[in-house]
T-cell receptor
């Protein structure tokens, strides 16, 4: 399967702490994306990192990509209760008929 | 708001009913997608349309019938569904087919319950 696998499946932290979520994948990719989903809602795009990039920042988000290990991490700094959501990584694997493939997601709970 | 709207937001239907889900995007995109999201399972891609042409049918049962009359509108026609089809159905759009998948913009979804 080409889908990314997130780790851990669930994460509970205190407000103000940092949250680190990981994603591993199996095939070569063009890019890797992180999405967020609030309960019962649609997914919202957070950040896209291309295969030739190693790190990207967006506000309190920091994403790293290690293509040699086929893994990515999403760091949310100074977490807030509003960050409580499910987070998904999606990989765009190289090859014919490429499409975004999503993992099962990580449930993040930030306690006030 | 992401610029992608879906109606209805909630739908309850019997197995013999026929209903349709509607998706509209206001982003000028050329690609539109239907996904199925069930509890504890990865997001499942169902159909892809590029420039109104269907380019992906991910082995979806024929009781799901998509329609894309133009680049801004996407429908999913439902008939004789099964209880296991109960899920959140998400529509998404993106710029268009360039061989590389760019950012997708999702609608809020339709929560479907099949009785």
């Amino acid at each position: 399967s080409q889908q990314g696998e997130e780790d851990p499946q669930a994460l509970s932290i205190q407000e103000g702490e940092n949250a680190t979520m990981n994603c591993s994948y199996k095939t070569s990719i063009n890019n890797l994306q992180w999405y967020r989903q609030n309960s019962g809602r649609g997914l919202v795009h957070l950040i896209l990192i291309r295969s030739n990039e190693r790190e990207k920042h967006s506000g309190r988000l920091r994403v790293t990509l290690d293509t040699s290990k086929k893994s990515s991490s999403l760091l949310i700094t100074a977490s807030r209760a509003a960050d409580t959501a499910s987070y998904f990584c999606a990989t765009d694997w190289t090859g014919a008929n490429s499409k975004l493939t999503f993992g099962k997601g990580i449930t993040l709970s930030v306690r006030p | 708001e992401t610029g992608v709207t879906q109606t209805p937001r909630h739908l309850v239907m019997g197995m013999t009913n026929k209903k349709s889900l509607k998706c509209e995007q206001h982003l000028g995109h050329n690609a539109m997608y239907w996904y199925k999201q069930s509890a504890k399972k990865p997001l499942e891609l169902m159909f892809v349309y590029n420039f109104k042409e269907q380019t992906e049918n991910n082995s979806v049962p024929s009781r799901f019938s998509p329609e894309c009359p133009n680049s801004s509108h996407l429908f999913l026609h439902l008939h004789t569904l099964q209880p296991e089809d109960s899920a959140l159905y998400l529509c998404a759009s993106s710029q268009g087919s360039s061989g590389v998948q760019e950012t997708q913009y999702f609608g809020p979804g339709t929560r479907l319950l099949v009785l």
